[in-house]
């Protein structure tokens, strides 16, 4: 599971220190208990749930539920149905300027996203090319972002694998995500070639292209879901506002 930030201000840094549970992906098992292989398991294994203080006075213990770090809003996790890994994506809400999509799950332990160092591909709340390079190589770069702009929005609230099977092949186990402030339905699509990040690039893009398949909800889509309908799946898609839930089916081409 995926927690904010809590809004702490940026020099608390409550994301990036391992001392609190805010800002991360946490993994615990069924029955709440921490697996022994969890990157910062303990002798003592006393976990940190219920510790509500800040960052400053929560002293040095590294918090044993922590698999990695450095987040602001990770609105949703999606697992991959189809790795036989374990591969998860995380939509992580920016501030004023980046909306962002990571990697994370097997090699993703101990994986820092950077939050407040970073905000999608530039340094915090940065545009310009020379400010859009590495910013730090220690840092789990996203694969896909985007500005937060009226064209595209500015929330990443849903995200979800297509299932195998249910769809035409070459859908299988693509990525879907929802924006909530542009209220469309977007596909993650793979396009290399519009790659470009630096300083030597106009416009910071990622190796992957938002392709709408339905545009403007009448309310702001939060969560996205395949699950059951008659003999298949279909994608369930809850909007906010009046919690109405859509259903969608496949029906030709896209």
Known sequence: ????????????????????LFGKVLRITDDGK????????SADNIPCNGNKKTPT???NKECPEIFSVGLRNPFSLAMDPIKEVV?????DVGAKTWEEISEGGHGFEEANYGWWDREGPCEHGQTAGDRCGVVD??????????????DYGGAITGGAF????????????????SDY????LYHMKYTPSTFCRGKDCSDQTSAYTAVPIVEKFPDSLLRLKFGPHRDTQALYLIEYSD????RLSYTGNM
């Open 1 to 20: 599971l995926a927690t904010g930030d809590s809004g702490y201000r940026m020099s608390l840094n409550s994301s990036g220190k391992l001392n609190n």
């Open 34 to 41: 921490i697996p022994k292989d969890n990157p910062y398991y």
């Open 57 to 59: 006075d929560a002293g």
């Open 87 to 91: 591969r998860f994506y995380i939509g």
């Open 137 to 150: 190589k220690s840092l789990t770069d996203p694969i896909h972002w985007y500005r937060n702009t009226d």
């Open 162 to 177: 297509v299932p195998p099977g249910i769809w035409p092949d070459e859908w299988d186990g693509e990525f879907l995500y």
């Open 181 to 184: 402030r542009a209220g469309n």
């Open 243 to 246: 919690g109405k839930i859509y």
